[in-house]
């Protein structure tokens, strides 16, 4: 499940995009569009997909986790709706302010809600979903999810979307790592 990585980076890119618009700068509307595009095909069109089709069933036949679940299904129907919104709004180069507004509305509503939601994923839906198969049945589900990735997207599918994500990145000036890194404290 690295896709978590790809949801984190365009969180990211919107927050960046959110604090440029909150000092009075412009929007960077096609960086937010391409971030889009990315969560629509990638996240929400495969990641989702293999988690409400493989990983929820499976919690829920065993009866774990069903309220977080519920929960869950229910956040990546919301976060359909904003990133169609999303999509929709910044479709135009440009953006005039009422739709720079929505669109920021939509992406902090997405940036507020994914965070919560990819971390309890990581820390407790997929450790409960990965306790209650046997490790041939794991290893199983891991083949099968390469070869769906592949069907859908061609062989390099995770690398050709990090790209995609760091040339997003680089327009915005963030791709650098070392510009994150704070000072030395000086007593
Ligand atoms: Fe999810
Ligand atoms: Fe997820």
Known sequence: MQEH????????????CIR???IGQELPVSAVHDGAEIIHDFIEGFHEALEEGFVFPKLRSAGKLVGTVDTLLLQHARGRQLTQLILAESAAQTATV????QIVGAMTAFVRMYQPHEAREDTV???TFRSILTS???SH???NFADLQREQFGPNALNQTVAKVAAIEETLGIYDLSQFTPEPITQ
């Open 141 to 143: 589900l891991g083949t």
């Open 125 to 127: 839906v997929f450790p």
């Open 98 to 101: 009422n739709d720079s507004a």
């Open 5 to 16: 990585g790809v949801l984190k980076r365009v969180l990211l890119i919107y927050q960046e």
């Open 20 to 22: 440029r618009q909150s």
């Open 136 to 138: 041939e049945q794991l």
